[in-house]
């Protein structure tokens, strides 16, 4: 089974370190101490002795020790972590096994090799060494301990109720400028906090939204994103409070701008509106003129920009599948754009620290934390600040660091004939919750086991199970076959996109459509045979089907779909990320009409295909639609106390709705003094 381990797998033990690896039991030994390991998972490591060093493919991990099993990486990713815990390895400083982005993994401990006898001839070198060094007089000296690096020094900024977002430090780090919604929930402001200032004070006095500020170098101008009927960049002297509109900006509170230091430029993370992507753009203040920098990739595309201290490259985190984001960096004149990750891990900001090192936020160890990484040697570092929930940091040119520290909880609630209540409730975030075709069970996305996974519970909530096991992957858009047996969703890991089904009554998982592309919201068609989803092959997005057992897709129309139900006529429902609204595409494929268009481009889990039945959340009064796809009448429902930020609305036969909403959702802003 595994070519030149068979030796390996052979012998009675085999130096690690300082551990003993024994095949025959199944377990590693150091100083007395013996630890387990599953037969499955010792094959893995034996695999990895066998290459000496080499880097190992995931797949011929996957082809040498589950040959006769189709299993997905997640039982080998699930193995690494095992071996990493029994040898007391840490994936972030590792001294046993590495994680080699998108290659797979290598064994580097020199010190590695087979054996059949105990005992060890490293020392007896060693030892004759020193001997040999204390004939002719030379000592021996223990180097000490090089001096750990100072302890950041951390403090809050703020703790205001509601959320600061957006945070931004002038450049000698003493005016710091957020925004917040703390006056009115629904309304974000710009404020300015200055140091010594015992409370922020509110930048304009509009009664739209606000967003995305960014210091002038000097810090006596200010520009941000002002939300009105259109959506405008404004730049406002400090000092005499007066305004220019310098730019328009797409509809997303997503968008963001970042100064330059060193010239009169801003760099704009907008979203598009023909593709609902992101690219970024160079807005020139003295000329007025704007020119993309960035063309449009991937399911989001090119957001949050930063500027490098010499004004000439900026960062940002391209995002090519859901939660699947990387670094990359673009010279500002323009020029090709150069990838310097390769995890493919959320990423939720990024600045500059130093003129050659970024620091960002991502979840690469399943919360999201703040993480350095050198542009000329691209090794990435934990930076010990230990926050969790740490997003958007922001850089000073003197040095400090602001980020905002998130808590956020929602759940999940069954409205029904006697009100509403809370379902299978817990501590962390829970979403996209849908009923099962008899309304007997509740599929739901849940971070309660540690990370994003798929779960189901009864329909009164009771006995939650969890069905996969991925880790640190980003999971959405669970879908029921028509007969129950199985849930389809999509799996975002690596930079890539798949779709995957699950049993719930057996928790067996396989994959549908192989990894490489970005494919997203699966549906099944009303025979249960096939799996409507969208997916970008090549450089467009459109509608694709697949058998439910796997196999080549086929293409259905060249239109991007943000959610997919099939009508009883095999009429296609469909919301649109980049233009909003639910429209229909008949069986004839002809062109697509809308059927509402009152509907967020962002709101693709809050609507549903029920029978004849088409339900919606509306975007502006948050209440529940009904709409009879046959007759056109519509019949409004409950107000459902759901933000923006809430995923997920379903409704079954008995009109019973589950729907997700935050139960806590907060963000305060830290500063950091003394980086590491």
Known sequence: MFGSSQSIDAVDSIVLGEWLVLPQLDAVERKGVRRKLEPRVMRVLLFLLSKKGEVVARQALLDAVWPDLAVGEEALTQAISAIRKALGDDARYPRFVRTIPKRGYQLIDPAAEPRRRRGSYRWVAVLIAALMAASVGIAFVIPRQTAEPPRPEI???????????????????????????????????IYIQRA???????????????????????????????????????????????????????????????WSSQADVLVLSDVQKHTGEYELSVLDLTSGRRRPLTSVRGILGDRFP???????????????????????????????????????????????????????????????????????????????????????????????????QQTFDSDLFLLGDSG????????????????????????????????PELWIADRDGKNPSQL???????????????????????????NSSSLWRVSPETAQVSRITAGGATDVSPAWSRDGQRIYFTSKRGDSWAIWSVSSSGGAPA??????????????????????PDSGGIWRLT????????????????????????????????????????????????????????????????????????YAAANRAESDLVVVRTFP
């Open 155 to 189: 403090f809050p900024s703020t703790s205001y109720p509601g959320r600061e977002t957006d945070p931004v430090l002038s450049g000698d780090g003493r005016t710091l400028a957020f925004a917040w919604n703390g006056q009115q929930p629904d309304l974000w402001s």
């Open 196 to 258: 010594g200032s015992a409370s922020p004070s509110r930048l304009t006095t509009a009664t739209v939204a606000e967003s995305s500020p960014a210091f002038s170098p000097e810090a006596d101008r200010i520009a941000f994103i002002r939300h009105g009927v259109t959506w405008e960049v404004v730049v406002r002297q400090l000092d005499t409070e007066l305004e220019a509109v310098v730019g328009s900006c797409g509809t997303s509170a997503s968008s963001r701008l970042a």
């Open 306 to 404: 930063a500027i490098s201290p010499d004004g000439s490259t900026v960062a940002f985190a391209r995002t090519t599948a859901m939660g699947a984001s990387d670094l990359w960096l673009v010279p500002l004149e323009g020029g090709p754009a150069r990838q310097v990750t390769f995890e493919g891990k959320w990423i939720q900001g990024v600045t500059w620290i130093e003129k050659d090192r970024l620091l960002f936020s991502s979840n690469r160890s399943g919360e999201f934390e703040l993480w350095s990484l050198a542009v000329k040697n691209p090794v990435i570092r934990w930076t010990k600040i230990g926050a969790r929930g740490a997003v958007r940091p922001f850089a000073s040119r003197q040095g400090s660091i602001v980020f905002e």
């Open 420 to 451: 509403t209540r809370p379902f299978a409730r817990s501590t962390q975030w829970e979403d996209e919750p849908r009923w099962s075709p008899d309304g007997r069970r509740v599929a739901f996305l849940s971070a309660r086991s540690g990370s």
């Open 468 to 494: 996969t096991r991925f880790r640190n992957a980003t999971l959405r858009s669970p879908r029921w076959s028509p007969d129950g047996s199985s849930i389809a969703f999509a799996v975002s890991q690596e």
């Open 555 to 576: 293409r259905v129309a060249g239109l991007a779909a943000g959610a997919i139900f099939e009508g009883r006529d095999g009429s296609l429902y469909f919301s649109r």
């Open 587 to 658: 069986p004839e494929r002809d062109a697509a009409v809308p059927v509402v268009e009152r509907f967020s481009q962002d709101g693709h889990a809050n609507w549903e295909l029920v029978g004849d039945s088409l339900w919606y959340l509306d975007p502006e009064a948050k209440s529940l639609v009904m709409l009879d796809v046959g007759t056109g009448r519509e019949r409004r429902g409950p107000i459902l106390p759901m933000s923006d930020d809430d995923i997920g609305i379903s409704v079954n036969l008995r009109g019973e709705v589950l």
